[in-house]
């Protein structure tokens, strides 16, 4: 079946998930757990070859963590699934009614998206995560995976087709785009009549090549250039360890710290004893010319920072070390080469803690914490469907709410204008 044949069987089965009852997607759900286990061995066996054939291109090492399913990812991937279900169903949900002026009595009804496409890099996990929130909004859904996680895509889709199956659901509902063919993307993205939403969830390239082709409405999960300021007066030890967190415990993820801001007067009790732990785990150090210079004085070897670094989210053990004299130009640093993903303030001047809240133009803004917490399951969503760094319809992990729309319903007793 071509791409387009496979977006309009899709559409013409929406109704199918669009219609059942939240017991009814729950134990849909619940059947793909079932399935998880089953399947488990074929799960591993597949994503076995994956991972061989990326480290046999050379793949970098964060790069390969992306895409390794373990039985701690499986157990991980059932576990936001049980959370998705016992999370409420937004769909029938009526945000507020009120009486106009002609008597009529008017409401917002939560309703779904319809079908929607979903572009993802690496991380097979996410076709789980992606259909099982679609499934639980009512939503229909087309998945195209990356081609290093094709094997173990084509096992996990085979899980979601059976547990349609047993639950006497039509198994396209979930459409699977299985080819490595670039052109196969551009087709999709060019299917407005069947599909209401295309998410691309990835890098820089993939988010680009959708905004240019798309003649789909898109929700764009954004690249993550995510930055941590040291305020002056913030313990040393503490912000060692949310940093050495925010930048190694996942360097491939959007969430990962890829600039710290010194404030100037930290320069002096901070920055060798950071440096010095950096490097302990194995990270590459760009730094400003003036911090630099102090490191290099100090026996630490670095890299010069340019503006290029800035703007970079590298996913990898790489960070940039700037100085910064206040605030104020920390908050300037970040809105002017951020990606609006994620960032931290780590202070206990409380004053600078909300002007920070308040002027950094990001989806998630933290005090005093890492920004690897920027994820669905953190949030208490269950799974995600990815994070937006844009300001319309959904801004940062988008959960349940983020796959629906409203339509207004209006009661009257023969009214007329």
């Not at 480290?55 to 790069?63: H, Q, V, Y």
């Not at 094709?150 to 979601?160: A, F, P």
């Not at 844009?390 to 629906?404: F, I, N, S």
């Amino acid at each position: 079946m071509n791409v387009k044949d496979m977006c309009q069987q899709v559409k013409a089965n929406e109704s199918a998930i669009s219609r059942l009852s939240s017991q009814e997607k729950n134990h849909l759900l619940s059947s793909i757990v079932t399935g998880l286990d089953d399947s488990k061995s074929a799960i591993l066996e597949a994503n076995n070859k994956d991972v061989e054939a990326a480290l046999a291109k050379g793949t970098p090492s964060s790069m390969v963590d992306r895409l390794r399913i373990t039985d701690k990812t499986i157990e991980d991937m059932k576990a936001d699934i049980q959370k998705t279900i016992t999370l409420e169903d937004p769909i029938g949900q009526v945000d507020g009614m009120w009486l106009n002026d002609a008597g009529l009595t008017i409401g917002k009804k939560r309703v779904p998206l319809g079908v929607i496409a979903i572009i993802y890099e690496s991380r097979p996990n996410v076709t789980i995560d992606a259909a099982s929130l679609c499934l639980k909004t009512g939503n229909a859904v087309i998945l195209k995976g990356g081609s290093d996680a094709l094997e173990t895509n084509r096992i996990l889709i085979q899980v979601l087709k059976k547990a349609l199956r047993t639950c006497h659901l039509p198994e396209d509902i979930i459409g699977f785009i299985d080819t490595t063919d670039r052109e196969a993307t551009r087709t999709l993205l060019l299917q407005s009549d069947f599909v209401d939403c295309v998410i691309p969830r990835g890098g820089a390239g993939l988010i680009k090549f959708t905004v240019e082709n798309s003649k789909i409405p898109i929700i764009e999960t954004g690249t993550g250039n995510c930055h941590i300021f040291i305020d002056s007066g913030y313990e040393v030890d503490s912000a060692i360890d949310i940093i050495i967190n925010a930048k190694t415990q996942k360097p491939g993820a959007c969430n990962a710290v890829e600039t710290v801001l010194l404030h100037q007067d930290t320069l002096e009790s901070h920055l060798l004893p950071l440096a010095e732990a950096l490097r302990a785990h194995g990270v590459l150090i760009r730094a400003e010319s003036s911090i630099k210079s102090r490191l290099e004085l100090a026996g630490i070897e670095c890299e010069p920072a340019s503006e290029v670094d800035y703007m970079t989210e590298y996913l990898d053990y790489t960070l940039c070390l700037a100085p910064v004299k206040d605030v104020t130009q920390a908050i300037s640093h970040i809105n002017t080469y951020s990606t609006h993903h994620s960032e931290a303030i780590l202070t206990h001047h409380y004053d600078h803690s909300q002007i920070f809240l308040n002027q950094v133009d990001s989806a998630a803004v933290y005090i005093n914490a890492s920004t690897r917490f920027t994820d669905g399951s953190m949030f208490g969503f269950g799974a995600e469907i990815g994070i937006s760094t844009q300001k319309l319809h959904a801004r940062g992990p988008m959960g349940l709410e983020a796959l629906t729309t409203y339509k207004y319903i209006i009661y009257g007793n023969g009214q007329i204008r």
